[in-house]
């Protein structure tokens, strides 16, 4: 095959950043997808729907011209969010959702939640207006090792807020174990969960084996192969539990070729390019566009896109980098050959 045509796609978790960086990556995701769920960590944190509606407008001021990508926002989820502010949530056409991050899990969640039975009565109010909670599931006890943590977030805090709030809508963003696909298979059809393309793509070699590649680094941090194959099996199975997110979090190249280099990779450049290849590897190419285009729009009840996109077999060789004011984003895959291409209209 070498044309696929798709119902245009919608990325359901992207970290677009503010200021050079946006700039810079929004006209990637906006190439490539209809909408795109925002995520909330940015600094300072978008904490309000005020606050979300003034980042949605500099993200469309940062479109290139012409373009009619539509940013979803969402609330970034602290024990201060009012039963107010859920509401108004609720009742805004551009907010769709609220994060939640345990404190300390990753990028910008110093400001999350440390105590999750504490934010009960805001997931009862949430629940009650049908507003989505995206969930970072992993716990943060330092002592918890970092390849378990996902794991144990779903056989605890995971379990205990379905088996609370069995009508709230949840998706569990970007699964990376085998456990936490079997949960969101064995729950109700009110959980969901996003994947993204490297925890398709890579099992933890890729981070560790032959030299430490900082640009395979994310949280939750991409674990062992058997992992890899429950999370493509899911992605390709046809069950609309499971659709696109990719987690795209840039960071500017220096931050991650560091001494403490931090977590997130950038893949909004190529990520329909790089989700092709997961599918392509395991005969399952009729399997991305309900994945990519239908699943996600259907859980947030949102209408599916009309127009379509095509991609191409045409190899192509990624950049070692992108330009954003005087400094570089790595992609992932940076210098490599990704076979499938985007046709531009
Ligand atoms: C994300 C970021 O940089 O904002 N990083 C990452 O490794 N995925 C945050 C997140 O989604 O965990
Ligand atoms: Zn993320």
Redesign the pocket.
Known sequence: MHKITLIQPDDWHL?VRNGAILNTVIAHTAQQFGRAII?P?LNPLILTVDQALDYRAEILNALPSGSNFNPLMTLYLTKALSAEEIKKAANAEHIHAVKLYPAG????SDSGVSDLKGIYPILKMMEEVDLPLLI?GEVTHQESDIFDREKEFVDSSLTDIVNNFPNLRIVV??VTTKEAVDFVLAASDKVAATITPQHLLFNRNAILAGGIRPHHY??PIIKREHHRLALVEAATSGNPKFFLGT?S?P?LTGDKESSCG???CYSAYGALELYAEAFEAVDALDKLEGFASFFGADFYQLPRNTRSITLQKQPWEVPASYPVAGHTITPLKANEILNWKLLLN
């Open positions: 970290h995520m960590n899990a990753t990028t910008n970072h963003e970007h994310c949280l987690d979090a960071h931090c977590a997130g």
